[in-house]
Every structure is written in structure tokens, then in C-alpha cells.
């Protein structure tokens, strides 16, 4: 099974600042998918943002970008002008991009998280 | 606004009794994912679904646990006799396979406690 590890069980960041979340994960795959899902107080799962692991160019999402490496098989998450609303627990997740009857939307394996906290 | 809808949000329930868990899924979604989160094993998935039907349950104790999707709009999670080892988040996840690329997206979660 792939593994997923989060090696920061927390983190802060002053307001405005930028802090980089990290991930590294195991597979012997060589096509996946890798993501950061956000999840705040309210328990919510929220997509923030998705890798092909064929993609070379890293992932942005307005704030949020991606630095892939796909040797190193790390993937961190860097958020740039923090905000309040950015506080939240952050969990890397692995899928495989193999085909299972006919598609590959399959499980995801996440990592334990990682709790950012925003200092104002 | 589509999104999964979970209920109840919360249950508090004593050991021993059944718990029943239900999920929503997004209208047209044909996979169903479940999750179960805690402190000490993280996220890990249960089961899931595809066009109702169970394609992965190996995560899911067997004994206690039965997941089911009685028609396209409805998955439960049942669990029978309930244990306080089973004090958990339990998080439904819906995808449409038929859209190349797609994700799944997550309820709120149903907060189990069982005492």
C-alpha cells in the first residue's frame, strides 16, 4: 500500500507571510495523483489543490502552490500571503492513477496532517 | 449547490447499540466513498462504491460494520453491536466516474461517540 507521510505536526505563520507545508510519500507507481486538502474546524474536507504526477509544471491555486519533485517523491504545499481563514488542519493525499474497472477515481491515502495555525 | 449531505452530524450512542450513518451523494455521482477519521489511525477508507455496487470493503471490519447503498440517493454505514474503539468522524465522499479528471467530494462527516 502507498504510504503518505507529513513530517510537520504543526505549523504557524504570521498573517501576510508565507509557510510551506510538507509531504513525501511511497509508491513504486510511476502515474498518480497527489493533493491538499484543507479541512477547518467545521470538519469540512475542502479540495485545495491536485497534481498529475505526468505533469511536470507544478499546481497553483491562486495562493496556494505546489513544489513537486518527483524523484525526492515529494510534494509541499506553499501558501503565500497567509490569512486568517487559512488556519486549518492540511492533509496530503496520494491516489493511484491506475485503472480499476474502467476508471481511476479510486481511494485516496492521506497523510496524519499537519495543524497551521495563523498568528494575526 | 450540490453537495453530500450526512446524517445525523452527531451521535452520541451507548456500546452495544446499533448506529446507523447516512449519506447523500451528490445527484448523478455513481461512487460512493467511505472514510472513517481518528486521532490514532488518521483517514482511512472503509469501502466503497460504484453504481451501488461494493468494489472495495477491505478496510471495513466485517463483523460489525455493513455498508450498503439501497438506491442511487442513499449509502448507510451501519455498525452493530457499536464499541467505543468506534468513536470516530465517518465521512462520505461522492464522484462521478464518467468525467475523466473528476474528484471525489466529502460530507461533513457524522461525529460518532459511543460511551
Known amino acids: 500500500a502507498q504510504t503518505v507521510t507529513q513530517s510537520q505536526p504543526e505549523m504557524s505563520v504570521q498573517e501576510a507571510e508565507t509557510v510551506t507545508l510538507s509531504c513525501t510519500y511511497d509508491?513504486?507507481?510511476?502515474?498518480?495523483?497527489l493533493f491538499w486538502y484543507k479541512q477547518p474546524p467545521s470538519r469540512q474536507m475542502i479540495l485545495v489543490i491536485r497534481q498529475e504526477a505526468y505533469k511536470q509544471q507544478n499546481a497553483t491555486e491562486n495562493r496556494f502552490s505546489v513544489n513537486f519533485q518527483k524523484a525526492a517523491k515529494s510534494f509541499s504545499l506553499k501558501i503565500s500571503d497567509s490569512q486568517l481563514g487559512d488556519a486549518a488542519m492540511y492533509f496530503c493525499a496520494y491516489r493511484s492513477a491506475r485503472r480499476y474497472r474502467g476508471s481511476t477515481l479510486g481511494r485516496l491515502y492521506f497523510g496524519r496532517g499537519t495543524q497551521l495555525t495563523v498568528w494575526p | 449547490d450540490a453537495r453530500v449531505t450526512q446524517t445525523p452530524r452527531h451521535k452520541v450512542t451507548e456500546m452495544g447499540q446499533e448506529v446507523t450513518m447516512r449519506c447523500q451523494p451528490i445527484l448523478g455521482h455513481n461512487t460512493v466513498f467511505w472514510y472513517r477519521q481518528t486521532m490514532m489511525q488518521g483517514l482511512e477508507l472503509l469501502a466503497y462504491?460504484?453504481?451501488?455496487?461494493?468494489?472495495?470493503d477491505s478496510g471495513m471490519p466485517k463483523d460489525r460494520f455493513s455498508a450498503e447503498m439501497p438506491d442511487a440517493t442513499l449509502a448507510t454505514l451501519k455498525i452493530q453491536p457499536s464499541e467505543p474503539r468506534d468513536s470516530a468522524v465517518y465521512f462520505c465522499?461522492?464522484?462521478?466516474?464518467?468525467?475523466?479528471?473528476?474528484?471525489?467530494?466529502f460530507g461533513q462527516g457524522t461525529r460518532l461517540t459511543v460511551v
Open positions: 509508491t513504486s507507481e510511476s502515474d498518480y495523483y
Open positions: 465522499a461522492s464522484g462521478l466516474v464518467a468525467r475523466e479528471g473528476t474528484e471525489a467530494f
Open positions: 462504491f460504484r453504481n451501488r455496487a461494493p468494489l472495495d
